[in-house]
């Protein structure tokens, strides 16, 4: 099972900070947090940024259960 991370405003939308899921590709595996996490977790999910194992990454990557996706939305500072 691939882990998903999560992060700021993401991680606030889906309640919690990781997760893991038995997908085959990135793609599968937002597509199945969508279905987890509903509305307000799908509509974050275009702005934010997606990684593999720390390496940006497409919706076509393959994942494996020793795979980490994260998503990081857009952070503000002041």
């Known amino acids: 099972m691939a882990t998903l991370r999560l992060f700021a405003t993401i991680r606030v939308a889906a309640g919690t900070g990781k997760d893991t899921f038995d997908e085959s590709t990135v793609g599968d595996v937002l597509d199945a947090a969508v279905q987890r996490y509903g509305d307000g977790f799908a509509e974050l999910l275009p702005i934010c940024r997606v990684w593999?194992?720390?390496?940006?990454?497409?919706?076509?990557?393959?994942?494996?259960?020793?795979?980490?996706?994260?998503l990081l939305p857009p952070v503000s500072g002041g």
Do not use: H
């Open 52 to 70: 593999l194992n720390g390496a940006a990454t497409d919706r076509d990557a393959a994942v494996t259960e020793a795979d980490e996706v994260a």
